[in-house]
């Protein structure tokens, strides 16, 4: 039985049909749209379940932050004890001090960075002070370049009282000037961005 060569393509061209071929348009469209959709419900569901993930790091800092604050007070009321009995001198506890506001400042960053993931990622309703509060991941770029800047300016001041001197602490309070002004620099362009 011999066919047309016509028929056979036809046939063929039927098997190979595919059914969604055969679907209106307007189907087509719809069922896309249920696909993003769903795709989107599956990004928001898994973003909003992981979120929590950065409660470990803000952990992590708060305790660093914590640890931080409680050692560098026990060694400034030590150090306190040896210049009140006598082992240290005034200049020495002085040094010493600048060295701790510079700690205790890390600290701080630490905080601030610790309770900056919390409010960002895993509870923004977390009571602060309006200039603690954080909105998006620019304004805890914010504080952080703002603690480091003064930490920058309290470390050279420690560099000067610890008698530093000659072409060493040009270069050094050069460079610390050159970051502040980058940070500086680095946070009013995001200002600018944002406006």
Known sequence: MSTSPEKDATESNAESTHPADNVPHALQEGAERVRKRNARYLADTVTGRTRFVATVPSIGLFIASVVMAVGTFLDLVASSYAFVIGESSLHELTIEYVEYADTFL??????????GLLSLFVNEKIPLPSWLEFHDFDDLKERLTSVISVMIGVFFLGHVLKGGQGIETLW???GCAAIIIALSVFIRAAFNSEE
Not at 106 to 114: E, F, G, K
């Open 106 to 115: 890390l600290a701080v960053a630490l905080y601030i960075l610790s309770i």
């Open 172 to 174: 050094l309070g050069l």
